[in-house]
C-alpha cells in the first residue's frame, strides 16, 4: 500500500502536521504562549503530544526545546501571518492528509484528531474543521487535503500582496470544509483568564488522573499506554493487605519487572496481577484464614 492510499476502515489515518506557534499573544500581554504552561506541561508540548501520530510534525516558529522532535519552518518576513506561516510549514510535508493546528489547545487528543481525520475521508470535502461552544469555525484544529491547501495558497500568492498579512479566513473561505463541534478540544488560551480556566478544568475529579498521567510519561520519556486501573486496584490491594506505604513500592516494583523483560502493556498487566495475588494472600494470613488464627488447619486424625 502506498502512503496516499486510502486507511482500511478502522485503521489511523496517516497524516503530518502542522502547528502554528508564532504571533505576538497580544491579549497576554506578549507572553511567549507556547511556553506557558497548563498542567505541568507547556502548551506547545500538549498539541505536539497530541498529533505525536504525525509522520512528520512541523512547528513554524522560531526553534525551542520541545518534548518530541519535530521540524521547524519560519514565514518570510517573521510576523507575515497565519496563511504565509501555514504556506512555510506545508513545505516540509508530504502526506495527503495535514492537520493544521494552534499551539494554544489543551485538550487536543489524538482521538479527536482521528476524529477529524476519519471525517475528511468520508465526506469528500476539502477540510474537516471543529467548532467551538459558540458554534464558531476553528480553522486552526482542522484536518485537510494537502492538494487542496496547496492550490489555493499558490493562488493567493499570486495575487497582488501576495500571502502577507492575509487573515485565515481568506483562504478557508475558498474551501469546501465540513464541521465537527467539540467544545473542549476547540478551546483555545487567548487570555490568561483561559490559562486560568484551564489549569482548573484539568484538575476537576474527571480529568485530572488522566492528566497528571499523560504528564508523567512526557515527563519520563514513556510512550506505553497500560491499564490504569489494574494499577490502581493494585495500589489499594497492597495499601489494604499489607501496608499504606506498600502500594506505591508495589506498584514501582511491577513497573520496574515488566521494563526488565522489555515488555509492553500485557507484561505490566501480568506483574500486577502478580503482585496484586500476593497482596490478597498477605490479606488472608492477617484476616486468619484458614483456622481463623492465620496457622494452617491441622491434618484429619483418620
Known amino acids: 500500500m502506498t502512503d496516499n492510499a486510502p486507511a482500511a476502515p478502522g485503521t489511523p489515518e496517516p497524516y503530518d502536521a502542522v502547528v502554528l506557534a508564532g504571533g505576538a499573544a497580544r491579549r497576554l500581554g506578549g507572553a511567549d504562549k507556547p511556553g506557558v504552561r497548563v498542567g505541568g506541561r507547556a502548551l506547545l508540548d500538549r498539541v505536539l503530544t497530541a498529533c505525536a501520530g504525525a509522520r512528520t510534525t512541523v512547528v513554524v ?13 519560519r514565514e518570510e518576513p517573521p510576523g507575515a501571518g497565519p496563511v504565509a506561516a501555514l504556506e512555510a510549514g506545508l513545505r516540509l510535508t508530504t502526506a495527503e492528509h495535514t492537520v493544521v493546528l494552534s499551539a494554544d489547545l489543551p485538550f487536543l487528543a489524538p482521538a479527536t484528531l482521528q476524529r477529524l481525520l476519519t471525517t475528511l475521508r468520508d465526506s469528500g470535502a476539502d477540510g474537516a474543521l471543529l ?9 486552526l484544529v482542522a484536518a485537510y487535503r494537502t492538494g487542496a491547501l496547496r492550490r489555493e495558497l499558490a493562488a493567493l500568492a499570486a495575487a497582488p500582496g501576495g500571502l502577507t498579512g492575509l487573515p485565515l479566513r481568506r483562504l478557508t473561505g475558498t474551501l469546501s470544509l465540513t464541521r465537527v463541534p467539540d467544545p473542549l ?3 483555545d488560551c487567548d487570555t490568561w483568564d483561559d490559562i486560568v480556566n484551564a489549569r482548573a478544568r484539568i484538575r476537576e475529579h474527571g480529568h485530572v488522573l488522566d492528566e497528571w498521567i ?8 514513556i510512550d506505553l499506554d497500560v491499564d490504569t486501573g489494574v494499577l490502581l486496584d493494585l495500589a489499594r490491594d497492597a495499601a489494604h493487605g499489607v501496608a499504606r506505604p506498600a502500594a506505591p513500592l508495589t506498584t514501582f516494583l511491577v513497573g520496574y519487572a515488566a521494563a526488565q523483560g522489555k515488555g509492553g502493556p500485557e507484561a505490566v498487566a501480568e506483574a500486577a496481577r502478580k503482585a496484586a495475588a500476593l497482596a490478597l494472600r498477605w490479606e488472608e494470613e492477617n484476616n486468619g484464614g484458614g483456622t481463623g488464627n492465620g496457622l494452617p488447619s491441622a491434618p484429619d486424625a483418620g
Open 214 to 221: 499523560s504528564a508523567v510519561k512526557d515527563e519520563l520519556g
Open 61 to 73: 516558529a522560531g526553534p525551542r526545546p520541545t518534548a518530541r522532535p519535530v521540524l521547524w519552518a
Open 131 to 139: 467548532t467551538d461552544a459558540d458554534g464558531r469555525d476553528q480553522p
Open 185 to 187: 478540544a476547540s478551546f
